[in-house]
Each structure stands twice: as C-alpha cells, then as structure tokens.
C-alpha cells in the first residue's frame, strides 16, 4: 500500500509556470511506475504524464508536449510535473497516480494505476 499526497497547484496566469509534487509514502520499497492525470469540470479524467519507476522512461498527452516536464526523485519518493507555459484550458484538479511495476514501462491508461491521491487545483487565468 502506498499513499499519495500534491502539492503545488493554485492560480496562475496565462503564459505562467506552477510545480506539482507528489510525495509517496508507505510501501515505498516497492517499484512503482507514476502518472499525472487531470481531471476539468464535466470532463474525464485524462493522462498528462507518466514515468517508469528508473524514470528512464516517460509519455506525455500531446497537449502538453513541449510544456510539461515530469521527474522523479527516487531517493525522496517524490515525483513533479513542471508545468510551462500554461494555458487556460490547463485548468483542471491535477492527481499524482502509482502502480507497482518491475517493466519499467510509463503506463498511460487511467485503469492501469492502483493508487490515487487526492488532487490538486490548477487554475489558469486568461
């Protein structure tokens, strides 16, 4: 088992930068693949970014490509999504997502991911 906790989100112009972190905590001995998702009100829930658990490895949606970077701190637990040149139609509840993985394989796929956190707010004014 492991938790998940973001942090990083709020309000920000168009064109501005925000940092999401995800902090696991738990079962952290275990190799986990991650992902962001976002989530826009009356919308599904889609994938931003995902990272192999070497971090060797990673996928972007293609609206963020160029933008977004993800990372991870093995060390630390924690996982980030640097977010560039936002947009407004970024705005969206951001969740960090796990699933024990020994493939190193970025898995893209919302149904793949066991363990969720609980989001955060990014909002883009224009």
């Known amino acids: 088992q492991v938790q998940l906790v973001e942090s990083g989100g709020g309000l920000v112009q168009a064109g501005g930068s925000l940092r999401l972190s995800c902090a696991a905590s738990?079962?952290?001995?275990?190799?986990?693949?991650m992902g962001w998702f976002r989530q826009a009100l009356g919308k599904e829930r889609e994938i931003v970014a995902a990272i192999s658990w070497s971090g060797a490895f990673t996928h972007y949606a293609d609206s963020v490509k160029g933008r977004f970077t993800i990372s991870r701190d093995n060390a630390d637990h924690t996982v980030y999504l640097q977010m560039n040149s936002l947009k407004p139609e970024d705005t969206a509840v951001y969740y960090c997502a796990a699933r024990g993985d020994y493939d190193d394989y970025p898995y893209a796929q919302r149904y793949e991911y066991d363990y969720w956190g609980q989001g955060t707010q990014v909002t883009v004014s224009s």
């Open positions: 738990g079962r952290t001995s275990k190799t986990y693949a």
